[in-house]
């Protein structure tokens, strides 16, 4: 009879737990143990309560392997039809995004060739995007709608977000981005489009069980403040959380808005104002950061990094995957751009695609290492966290665990 107490146990680790004073949360020569999808103990290897091979079903060395909570990317748009290649052309040929958009490419070319997918097809498309940020050890992962912006696609892409989640086995949190532009057909009826955002479309999906939080892209170029208030009352009604692009382009009092609803988070925030910044800090809403988009549009303006630091807002990080302005399929890129282009410190980059983003999106289980957690995990060919960021691109998961099962990435 197995009278073990744990289902796996990890041996000879550097754990970054993002728990406690120590930089990193860093505990060395560790062991950590999964039971039942959980984290059931971690501490250091000689604090062990017993026999490794009586305490665990399966047991593993890893040569002292720096193991990290999964990453979580807390900010996507991955599920969309075509691509927009043509358009970085443009771009780097002078053209600017506003411009692009004004004319019918941006967001616009993207709902035509989502809307002209079949769920079929656009699972196909989405899957190796998917897999690519597995693979940099996500296993959280955020995909937003809004490239259909119109109720049968944007289903579908939802439809085929959470089973992406199913497919690779793991956790997928949906955000339904209705107020993402004005389609074609709405051009001179942009309130009536307003409307049946809030009143048909998002009742619509929740009742479907696709809709995990509410987003709107709060812009110049996009919806006013007042738009996406009504959005976001309707999404309150129907207790969904809310979250906002917002501050990206120009300074549209978005940031103020999401807290005063008690936001997760708002999103890109370039041209954040300070008190929007107090708003933020006030409500505990998380600024999530997206280098990738300030990379691809060449973007000089920086966000307010010290003030958001002294006003100890948390800082998020995600790739912002999308065909237009951020293809980017790295997590862990992300957080290294973050480091350079924004001057994040690797720990503060690193709890920013962790605990942060966790918080980002409103989970409370994962994110850090410790009893208790959901046993989401990942080891690296390094030994210490900051090379996560220091190096740019390649290879370095060596392991994945997701509710204390392996997946192969």
Same mark, same amino acid.
Request: net charge negative; proline share 4%; charged share 20%.
């Given at each position: 009879?197995?009278?073990?107490?744990?289902?796996?146990?990890?041996?000879?680790? @550097?754990?970054?737990?993002?728990?406690?004073?120590?930089?990193?949360?860093?505990?060395?020569?560790?062991?950590?143990?999964?039971?039942?999808?959980?984290?059931?103990?971690?501490?250091?290897?000689?604090?062990?309560?017993?026999?490794?091979?009586?305490?665990?079903?399966?047991?593993?060395?890893? &040569?002292?392997?720096?193991?990290?909570?999964?990453?979580?990317?807390?900010?996507?748009?991955?599920? +969309?039809?075509?691509?927009?290649?043509?358009?970085?052309?443009?771009?780097?040929?002078? *053209? /600017?995004?506003?411009?692009?958009?004004?004319?019918? =490419?941006?967001?616009?070319?993207?709902?035509? #060739?989502?809307?002209?997918? /079949?769920?079929?097809?656009?699972?196909?498309?989405?899957?190796?995007?998917?897999?690519?940020?597995?693979?940099?050890?996500?296993?959280?992962?955020?995909?937003?709608?809004?490239?259909?912006?119109?109720?049968?696609?944007?289903?579908?892409?939802?439809?085929?977000?959470?089973?992406?989640?199913?497919?690779?086995?793991?956790?997928?949190?949906?955000?339904?981005?209705?107020?993402?532009?004005?389609?074609?057909?709405?051009?001179?009826?942009?309130?009536?489009?307003?409307?049946?955002?809030? &009143?048909?479309?998002?009742?619509?999906?929740?009742?479907?069980?696709?809709?995990?939080?509410?987003? *709107?892209?709060?812009?110049?170029?996009?919806? /006013?403040?007042?738009?996406?208030?009504?959005?976001?009352?309707?999404?309150?009604?129907?207790?969904?959380?809310?979250?906002?692009?917002?501050? $990206?382009?120009? &300074? $549209?009092? =978005?940031?103020?808005?999401?807290?005063? +609803?008690?936001?997760?988070?708002?999103?890109?925030?370039?041209?954040?104002?300070?008190?929007?910044?107090?708003?933020?800090?006030?409500?505990?809403?998380?600024?999530?950061?997206?280098?990738? #988009?300030?990379?691809?549009?060449?973007? @000089?303006?920086?966000?307010?990094?010290?003030?958001?630091?002294?006003?100890?807002?948390?800082?998020?990080? *995600?790739? &912002?995957?999308?065909?237009?302005? /951020?293809? %980017?399929?790295?997590?862990?890129?992300? *957080?290294?751009?973050?480091?350079?282009? +924004?001057?994040? @410190?690797?720990?503060?980059?690193?709890?920013?695609?962790?605990?942060?983003?966790?918080?980002?999106?409103?989970?409370?289980?994962?994110?850090?290492?410790?009893?208790?957690?959901?046993?989401?995990?990942?080891?690296?060919?390094?030994?210490?966290?900051?090379?996560?960021?220091?190096?740019?691109?390649?290879? %370095?998961?060596?392991?994945?665990?997701?509710?204390?099962?392996?997946?192969?990435?």
């Amino acid at each position: 009879m197995n009278n073990a107490r744990w289902d796996r146990l990890l041996l000879n680790a @550097t754990l970054a737990t993002f728990v406690g004073d120590m930089p990193y949360g860093l505990i060395e020569h560790a062991a950590i143990a999964m039971h039942h999808g959980r984290i059931s103990w971690l501490d250091r290897m000689v604090d062990l309560p017993g026999d490794p091979a009586v305490l665990a079903d399966t047991v593993q060395s890893l &040569d002292g392997a720096l193991v990290t909570p999964g990453l979580i990317d807390c900010h996507t748009h991955l599920v +969309f039809g075509g691509d927009r290649a043509h358009e970085f052309d443009l771009r780097l040929n002078g *053209a /600017s995004y506003e411009e692009i958009a004004r004319a019918g =490419g941006g967001i616009a070319s993207s709902v035509m #060739a989502t809307r002209a997918a /079949s769920e079929e097809q656009l699972f196909a498309q989405s899957l190796p995007r998917a897999k690519a940020l597995l693979a940099d050890g996500v296993t959280t992962l955020e995909i937003k709608s809004g490239y259909g912006l119109e109720l049968d696609s944007e289903r579908r892409m939802l439809r085929v977000a959470r089973r992406l989640g199913r497919e690779l086995g793991i956790t997928v949190r949906t955000s339904f981005l209705g107020l993402h532009a004005v389609p074609a057909e709405y051009r001179e009826r942009r309130s009536e489009y307003v409307a049946m955002v809030g &009143d048909e479309m998002l009742p619509a999906l929740t009742a479907d069980g696709l809709v995990d939080a509410v987003d *709107a892209f709060c812009e110049g170029i996009g919806f /006013s403040r007042e738009e996406t208030r009504r959005v976001f009352e309707r999404a309150k009604q129907l207790d969904l959380p809310v979250k906002l692009h917002a501050e $990206q382009l120009s &300074d $549209q009092d =978005g940031a103020a808005l999401v807290a005063e +609803f008690g936001g997760l988070s708002a999103d890109h925030l370039e041209h954040l104002s300070d008190s929007g910044i107090r708003a933020m800090a006030a409500a505990g809403t998380v600024a999530v950061l997206l280098p990738g #988009a300030f990379y691809a549009l060449r973007e @000089t303006k920086l966000p307010p990094l010290a003030a958001l630091r002294e006003q100890r807002v948390p800082i998020a990080i *995600a790739t &912002d995957c999308n065909p237009g302005t /951020s293809p %980017l399929l790295s997590l862990r890129l992300a *957080a290294s751009m973050a480091c350079t282009l +924004f001057r994040l @410190t690797p720990e503060e980059a690193l709890r920013g695609i962790t605990v942060n983003a966790a918080r980002a999106l409103g989970l409370e289980d994962r994110g850090t290492l410790a009893v208790g957690q959901r046993a989401d995990l990942v080891a690296w060919h390094a030994k210490q966290p900051a090379e996560l960021c220091y190096w740019i691109g390649g290879q %370095l998961l060596r392991g994945v665990w997701v509710g204390g099962e392996s997946v192969t990435a």
